[in-house]
């Protein structure tokens, strides 16, 4: 879900349609069909005008919906855009900080949705050998999560059930089954 920002004002200087309603309907729709759906979102913080409690509002959506990844960045003018002559500049000292707390957030996110499916089995495509050693291969899971796990550089290109044992960073360690 590109969603951007969850505060109202902000949306709409950003000219985007989307409100905290509507995505938290959409994703409840979603997860009724599909309770283990990997749910993605992306995020401007600083956005000409945008206050604190405008990311607190973005901070609070994250929580509530819980997404799996998100894509976050500060706003940055692009020269002949209309945003690059909105009035009311966030200072880049307030947007790294606001930064900082939406990354730190969606990692802490990110890691406790990971941690509760260890012991899950998955089947992996797998992509190419690990960069660390030639006994191990680097496969994805339906979800798009990096999935180590020891096998020969010959299941390269295939299909691979494997049991998730644990997780170093944000790639899970496997077994195959």
């Known amino acids: ?11 709409k200087a950003m000219k985007r349609p989307a409100n905290e309603a509507k995505v938290l309907e959409r994703v409840r729709n979603w997860r009724e069909i599909c ?5 993605r979102s992306s ?4 956005f000409p005008g945008e206050t604190e409690e405008d990311n607190d ?15 976050m960045y500060h706003f940055n003018p692009r020269d002949g855009t209309p945003a690059a002559s ?6 880049e000292k307030v947007k790294r900080e606001r930064l900082s707390r939406v990354i730190a957030l ?3 996110i990110t890691g406790e949705l990971m941690r509760s499916r260890i012991g899950f089995e998955e089947e992996v495509l797998v992509e190419s050998l690990s960069r660390r050693t030639t006994t191990e291969v680097l496969g994805r899971t339906q979800r798009d999560e990096m999935v180590v ?4 550089a010959s299941r390269v290109g295939g299909f691979a059930r494997v049991r998730l044992t644990g997780l170093s960073g944000n790639t899970f360690r496997a077994e195959e089954i």
Do not use: C, E, N
């Open 106 to 108: 969606q990692k802490r």
């Open 43 to 46: 995020f401007v913080v600083g």
């Open 57 to 71: 509002a973005t901070l609070a959506l994250m929580g509530k919906v819980r997404f799996a990844y998100s894509f």
């Open 86 to 91: 909105l009035p009311d500049r966030v200072s």
């Open 149 to 152: 796990f020891p096998a020969p």
């Open 1 to 11: 879900i590109p969603f951007q920002h969850a505060a109202p004002s902000v949306l």
């Open 35 to 39: 309770p283990d759906l990997a749910i």
